[in-house]
């Protein structure tokens, strides 16, 4: 099965090594604008092949969409990440040109794909494709909830001083600083809520704490994260190649489910071979739907600025 991945940024390439390294795919494309970037990264990707032992064949190319033909799922990751102190929204001017132009381009050859949107504000530009190629919903799936929900994971298990695989727990809602909503509630240890072992605080402080995740990576790094984010394409996509059924919180359109339509947002998803396969509208508390309510407010809010690049 081919992948292409459009951006051989930090991210893309994070992804495609991530991809190959577990056989996730047989092949992948990396594609991006600057001339003989991608040819690189890919190069340097197939030379770990003979000390890490995987046979995916993974290939660089310059702008010649042609090369990306017959893929089966298309990531998009092309456009500018924020330096410390930006919010994911800032970035809207620049990516939103770039996103749908890529997206227009990858269909020509290959209209059967599945198409995963990282590039940010991420809840917009999977919104803005949707619009932009006119795919049906279960194609559009936009990643920022599998990498939430990672985080999430990774604070509560600093929290119970715990090992993260033990943990579990989702992150539903927009991907942005304040939009994000951790389930606290829901997270669990080993099948035990967390809420026996966590106070009200603590948990507070996770939650925090995971709604900046991406900002904290941030200033420290001088960019955004690209390690976890790589990983978290890589696990939506296995999903979808492999026809996993995996529960994954993504971004997609949603049609009545948690009390909004024409928007797209992070609720849980089952993600296979047909992309989005269902929407899980599990019961909120009264509390976490009035977060749900307001991050969809901001969401919508950042969507009205998309009128120009979709006239
Ligand atoms: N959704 C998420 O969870 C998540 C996580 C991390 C990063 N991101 C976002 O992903 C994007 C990429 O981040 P990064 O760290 O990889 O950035 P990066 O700068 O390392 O890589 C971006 C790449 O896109 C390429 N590019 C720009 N315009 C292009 C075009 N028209 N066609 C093809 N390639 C093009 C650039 O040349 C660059 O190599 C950013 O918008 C960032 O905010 C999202
Ligand atoms: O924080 C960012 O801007 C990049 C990405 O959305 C992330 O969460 O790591």
């Known amino acids: 099965m081919k992948v292409t991945i459009v951006g051989a940024g930090n991210v893309g390439a994070t992804c495609a090594d991530v991809i190959s390294y577990r056989g996730i795919a047989s092949e992948v494309v990396l594609l991006d604008i600057k001339e003989g970037f991608a040819e690189g990264k890919a190069m340097d990707i197939m030379q770990c092949a003979p000390n890490t032992g995987f046979n995916t064949q ?3 190319i310059t702008g010649d969409y042609s090369k990306t033909a017959g893929s089966s799922v298309v990531v998009i ?3 500018v990440p924020r330096k410390p102190g930006m919010t994911r929204e800032e970035l809207i001017g620049i990516n939103a040109g770039i996103v749908k132009g890529v997206a227009e381009n990858v269909l020509k050859h290959s209209p059967d794909a599945i198409v995963v949107v990282v590039s940010n504000p991420m809840d917009t530009m999977t919104y803005l494709t949707l619009k ?3 795919l049906p919903k ?3 799936i936009g990643m920022g909830g599998a990498l939430d929900s990672a985080r999430f994971k990774y604070f509560l298990s600093k929290a119970l001083n715990k090992p993260a695989g033990d943990v579990d727990g989702m992150v539903i809602g927009g991907h942005g600083d304040t939009t994000m909503i951790p389930l606290t509630r829901l997270a669990s240890y080993n099948g035990i809520p967390v809420t026996e072992f966590l106070s009200a605080e603590e948990l507070e402080k996770v939650a925090a704490d995971t709604m900046v995740g991406g900002a904290t990576l941030t200033g420290l790094l001088g960019t955004s994260a690209w390690y976890a984010p790589g990983a978290s394409v890589a696990y939506l996509v296995d999903s979808i190649l492999n026809d996993q059924k995996k529960m994954i919180a993504c971004s997609v359109l949603l049609e009545g489910e948690y009390g909004q339509g024409d928007i797209c947002m992070g609720v ?8 989005l396969e269902e929407i899980l509208d599990i019961h909120l508390n009264e509390e976490e739907k009035a977060k ?20």
């Open 132 to 134: 932009a190629t006119g």
């Open 138 to 140: 279960h194609k559009i």
């Open 77 to 79: 990751t092309s456009g």
């Open 58 to 60: 993974v290939s660089g």
């Open 268 to 275: 849980p998803c089952i993600i296979g071979a047909n992309g």
């Open 292 to 311: 749900f309510a307001k991050s969809a407010d901001a969401v919508r809010n950042m969507n009205a600025d998309l009128k120009a690049v979709l006239a």
